[in-house]
């Protein structure tokens, strides 16, 4: 049988499936990942790790770091949902998933029509200040942000952070013990493009495999778990169009 016959399998015998996406998943859509040879920690800024100003206390510090990257906020059209977005689509809307859990903040998942999307670390979507808390729309900002300016608060003039979650900050609770719940009684995980190095949310499949659910891993690079589940596989496109046929023949 070939692994991707495995898969769909395992998705076809599975009764509850939960999803976690990261940073690979966007790869396909043209966004650079974080931990790849290439990858956006591979670089620096100022003599300084891009990763290390991904920190809340840096941010705090030289914001100006930050949007100097104008990487991390966009306009929604910048990036298109790839294969495995819209995929995940057609499965919640068959009923073959629920949530869909993911540590990017691209809002790619949203954008290709998966309606229940759990944004782990946050999203860009919305902003607000860091020194009197008034919201922002990404809208109200982007124009400045792109620019690779320091937006600012039109009440205080203190700096408008987007609500992403910084190193060093805490996850949101109510996600994060959404996800312990869907996880643990999950009786299939599939991990999509993560390396699964952040934790808390690298516990996530862990939570399944510690409750009999079975793991599968696609991601083009080794995890901790990987002799732990049950399939394994490198290339999340090839495993897509394979679902995506499987979905087709369903619906004939």
């Known amino acids: 049988m070939k692994p991707t016959d495995t898969l769909i399998q395992l998705i076809a015998d599975a009764k509850n499936i939960a999803v976690l996406t990261g940073a690979g998943v966007s790869t396909l859509s ?15 800024y100022h003599g300084m790790p891009i990763e290390d100003i991904l920190s809340i206390d840096v941010f705090d510090r030289h914001p100006e770091y930050f949007y100097a990257l104008k990487y991390f906020i966009q306009p929604d059209d910048a990036y298109a949902p790839n294969i495995v977005h819209t995929v995940l689509a057609q499965m919640e809307q068959r009923g073959i998933v629920n949530a869909v859990y993911t540590q990017n903040i691209d809002r790619l998942h949203t954008i290709a029509g998966s309606k229940d999307v759990v944004e782990l670390h946050g999203s860009a979507t919305h902003n607000h200040c860091r020194k009197c808390h008034a919201h922002y729309d990404v809208h109200e900002i982007l124009e400045i942000a792109m620019r690779g300016e320091v937006p600012r608060c039109a009440k205080c003039g203190g700096v408008i952070k987007p609500d992403i979650v910084f190193y060093g900050e805490n996850l949101v609770e109510e996600d994060l013990d959404r996800a312990i719940r869907d996880f643990s009684r999950a009786d299939l995980t599939l991990v999509l493009g993560t390396s699964l190095v952040v934790y808390p949310v690298a516990s996530l499949p862990e939570l399944t495999l510690e409750h009999g659910g079975k793991v599968v891993i696609i991601n083009a690079q080794p995890t901790h778990l990987d002799r732990m589940a049950a399939l394994c596989l490198p290339d999340l496109k090839t495993a897509f169009q394979a679902i995506r046929d499987w979905l087709d023949r369903q619906h004939q």
């Open 30 to 44: 043209g966004i650079p990942d974080f931990r790849s040879a290439n990858g956006l920690y591979s670089q620096s």
